[in-house]
C-alpha cells in the first residue's frame, strides 16, 4: 500500500464520521488526525493478514474492506464487510497478540492509519474514545454471535461457500469478476469442508446454476460476490 502525509484539518473532517469519535471537537479530533497516516489500497489487495504480528490500527476513510474471521483450528467462521467511516485493527492494538482477521480491500481504498501505541495513548487523553470503543465491540460481539450460531448450523453448501471465499482472498480477487485460480479438486475440497466429493460437486453447481460463480477447470469466477458473502441463492 502506498503511504502519503496529508493536512490534519482534512483527516480530522473524515474521522468526525467514525462512531469511535462520537461526541468529539474538533480540536481533539485534529490533535488524532495529526497522529495518522494515510494509506491506498487498490481494489483485491490484502491489508492485513491473519497470523500477523502488526498491531496498526485503521480507520476507513472511502472504500470498502472485506474481512474473514478464521477459528482456531484454521477454519473460516464468517466474513464481514466494513464500509466507508468504519475501522478495524483494534484488538491487536488493545492485546499485542498476532491478528485475528484478514482484511482485503473491496474496492480502492483510502485509510488513515494509527499505530498502538498513539492508539493507547488516546484511549488515555480521550475517555470518551475508549467509551465509544467498549460500545462498538459489544455490537460486534452480539451480532457475531448471532452469525455464528446460523454458520454452525448451515449446511455443506454453507461449507463450500466460505472455502470459496477463502480461496478468493488469500489470491486477492475476493471482489466481482475476481478470477480464482488453480482451484482445488471437489474431492480435495471435500476433506477440507468435512463433506464428500458428491456434496461438494452439487453445491458447485448450484452455486453456478444461481449466477453466483462460474466454475471451469481449476479455475473460479465470481460472477455475484454480494450473493455470495449474503451466504443465500
Do not use: W
Not at 88 to 107: K, P, Q, V
Not at 191 to 201: D, I, K, L, Q, T
Amino acid at each position: 500500500m502506498s503511504e502519503e502525509k496529508v493536512p490534519a484539518s482534512e483527516l480530522s473532517q473524515a474521522l468526525q464520521n467514525c462512531s469511535l469519535f462520537a461526541g468529539m471537537r474538533e480540536d481533539q479530533l485534529q490533535q488524532i488526525a495529526v497522529q495518522t497516516d494515510r494509506l491506498h489500497a487498490s481494489r483485491g489487495q490484502l491489508v492485513i493478514v491473519h497470523g500477523d504480528p502488526t498491531t496498526d490500527m485503521y480507520f476507513l476513510l472511502s472504500g470498502s474492506v472485506i474481512g474473514q474471521i478464521i477459528a482456531e483450528n484454521g477454519r473460516e467462521i464468517l466474513f464481514t464487510e466494513i464500509g466507508q467511516n468504519g475501522y478495524f485493527g483494534e484488538l491487536a492494538a488493545l492485546d499485542n497478540r498476532a491478528r485475528s482477521i484478514t482484511i482485503s480491500a473491496g474496492a480502492d481504498c483510502v485509510f488513515a492509519k494509527l499505530s498502538k501505541e498513539r492508539f493507547l495513548k488516546i484511549l488515555h487523553e480521550f475517555p470518551e474514545v475508549g467509551i465509544n470503543l467498549a460500545r462498538d465491540l459489544v455490537g460486534q460481539l452480539r451480532n457475531m454471535n448471532e452469525r455464528v450460531f446460523g454458520l454452525i448450523a448451515h449446511d455443506v453448501e454453507t461449507r463450500v461457500r466460505v472455502r470459496v471465499m477463502q480461496l478468493a482472498q488469500a489470491q486477492e480477487q475476493l471482489v466481482e469478476g475476481g478470477i480464482i485460480r488453480n482451484t482445488p479438486t471437489h474431492e480435495m475440497m471435500a476433506g477440507y469442508v468435512g463433506s464428500n466429493r458428491e456434496a461438494v460437486s452439487r453445491a458447485i453447481a448450484k452455486l453456478n446454476k444461481a449466477g453466483v460463480i462460474e466454475s471451469e477447470r481449476k479455475k473460479i469466477v465470481i460472477r455475484d460476490l454480494r450473493q455470495l458473502l449474503a451466504m443465500e441463492c
